[in-house]
């Protein structure tokens, strides 16, 4: 018997019943930040209502991003704007976050080489741990002087790679060489595109990663978005205890719906992104990254919840309760 195909459900198509059962099999928001919140720093006019009718019905909203290029100062100045200025830093998290968390786990205090934007190496600066990077300066175009650069001798216990706006083919020489000598191999965020408008795409992070992936034949530990070991320390942080009890809202399949698949979350994607209702059909043979629900923007969850909210209330009276 052929199973029925995996099937998106637009939650404004919704029955108002089907409404309501969605709204109840929630208890915890995970969402994006960039192409869901917000776009180059900009607010998606709407977004702090549906983010106040949520929590104000006793959902949980926690904010989780694959950019570590923004300083936390950065995330909450944004995020105070939408939370009516009760954010909580412990509610927002980016891949050195993760990193940082995930080294103390393990009683890390080996030396580090970061291949990542300036925030996120000061982060694991400021976390105690001994950082190595670059160069960003060109080498001469010498065997010999590439050579003394890469194969500097140092003791880098652990090879950290995310964005990094001045990557270079040194950088992922020097990495490559650490990856040798059994260093740790801890990938952040895994976006290989990064949309930073509407249509314009920047080469991301994933692609260097793939490349030390498959030149040192060595797997990461990818502590960003879709990575496993990213979802189970969540779950830990958050004391999650029935991961089907949590929605992820994203705006790229690829890393916010893989994640949130990967980590047995239900999910829902915005068409604020690259994908509007109709590139479904492209993804499936994907199964892994069609998601659960679909709603053109996060903006529109509000009257999700208005209706729901109304509608038990309504039932309610006819109950004479």
Request: hydrophobic share 40%; with cysteine.
């Amino acid at each position: 018997m052929e199973s029925t195909p995996k099937m998106t459900k637009n939650l404004l198509k919704l029955s108002i019943e089907e409404k309501e059962r969605f709204f109840d099999s929630f208890d915890m928001v995970q969402t994006d930040c960039d192409g869901v919140l917000w776009m180059l720093g900009e607010p998606f006019t709407g977004v702090e209502f549906t983010i106040r009718a949520l929590r104000n019905n006793g959902k949980r909203v926690i904010y989780v991003s694959n950019n570590s290029v923004r300083t936390m100062a950065d995330y909450r100045s944004k995020l105070d704007k939408l939370t009516d200025y009760t954010i909580d830093e412990e509610d927002i998290i980016h891949p050195a976050k993760i990193v940082i968390h995930y080294l103390r786990q393990r009683n890390f205090d080996g030396l580090c080489y970061v291949i990542g934007s300036s925030n996120f190496k000061a982060c694991l600066r400021e976390a105690g741990f001994q950082i190595l990077d670059g160069p960003n300066e060109p080498v001469n175009e010498s065997i010999r002087e590439v050579a003394a650069v890469v194969n500097d001798g140092q003791p880098v216990q652990a090879v950290i790679v995310d964005f990094d706006y001045n990557m270079n083919n040194i950088k992922l020489l020097r990495a490559q060489m650490y990856l040798r000598h059994d260093a740790l191999f801890i990938a952040g965020a895994m976006d290989k595109v990064l949309p930073v408008g509407p249509r314009t795409r920047y080469i991301g992070p994933g692609c260097y990663v793939e490349i030390l992936q498959n030149v040192a034949d060595r797997k990461p530990i990818v502590l960003g978005k879709p990575g496993l070991p990213m979802s189970k320390m969540l779950k830990q942080m958050y004391s999650v205890e029935d991961s089907r009890r949590v929605l992820f809202v994203g705006d790229q399949p690829e890393m916010d719906v893989k994640f949130g698949h990967t980590s047995n979350y239900q999910t829902l994607l915005v068409g604020t992104g690259n994908y509007k209702e109709d590139d479904l059909q492209k993804l499936a043979n994907k199964l892994d990254e069609l998601p659960d629900y679909y709603i053109d923007s996060f903006a529109e969850l509000e009257q999700i919840v208005r209706d729901v909210v109304a509608y038990k209330a309504r039932n309610v009276t006819k109950c004479g309760l």
